[in-house]
């Protein structure tokens, strides 16, 4: 039985209780709008390497929405373009790069259901620190039991390594844990650590209006962190 159908409307005394008690998030496009602030930061970078004139803004658009990875092989991003890209996006205060990087309308309201409801919330990014430093910023980083970042140094995603880290030394229920992210390699993380996997914000709006994983192998989708939230029995 799969991980959806197992924990899938759950009833107790007629009141739906959430189906998950430990929600692993992803920061990045996830509970934050940052992906016109990280493009803006992308395409600067290329352009000050000389590299923009012969792409394509959509394709490196697409192409950033299934991983960094991916856009640094579409761009042939040298090393040096893509710490200088990095860099750019890791500024904060008054130095942030515009667009700002901003919580999602619904984020505060759905990490706090979660505390709310009895279940605990986990960060899992590629960020580095700056995560925290937004959700501190943000007043959000009291939703959170535990955080990993960049500095930890683990596999990126969807390696499963950072995932089983977190559930090990918060001595979480594997069972009761599904990893939140807007892209495949996010919920693939969860799924490769043996827990569920969920999208949110998904299907990914590109500038064109398609997506870059029009096929996924996910247990859960949802169209917001709002749906995503109802389907869980979080509100």
Request: hydrophobic share 45%; aromatic share 10%; charged share 20%.
């Amino acid at each position: 039985m799969s991980l959806h159908k197992r924990h899938r409307n759950i009833i107790k005394k007629g009141t739906r209780k959430m189906l998950y008690r430990n929600f692993l998030w992803d920061f990045d496009g996830t509970l934050f709008d940052s992906y016109p602030h990280t493009m803006r930061c992308c395409w600067d970078a290329l352009t000050d390497a000389g590299l923009a004139p012969s792409l394509d803004w959509e394709m490196t658009c697409r192409t950033i929405l299934v991983s960094f990875a991916e856009m640094k092989r579409y761009t042939g991003m040298p090393d040096d373009v893509y710490a200088a890209f990095v860099a750019r996006a890791h500024l904060v205060g008054d130095a942030e790069v515009l667009p700002r990087a901003v919580p999602f309308p619904d984020a505060e309201a759905v990490l706090a259901a979660v505390v709310k409801q009895g279940g605990r919330n986990y960060l899992y990014t590629h960020r580095n620190e700056t995560a925290r430093w937004y959700l501190e910023t943000y007043g959000l980083a009291g939703y959170f039991a535990d955080m990993l970042m960049a500095e930890e140094g683990f596999p990126a995603k969807p390696a499963p390594d950072a995932v089983l880290a977190l559930i090990a030394r918060n001595r979480l229920d594997p069972a009761e844990c599904v990893m939140v992210g807007d892209r495949e390699i996010d919920g693939m993380a969860g799924k490769n650590a043996g827990i569920a996997g969920a999208l949110v914000n998904y299907p990914p709006c590109l500038p064109d209006g398609t997506s870059p994983a029009a096929v996924t192998h996910m247990d859960y989708t949802a169209a917001s962190l709002t749906d995503f939230a109802r389907q869980m029995g979080i509100f």
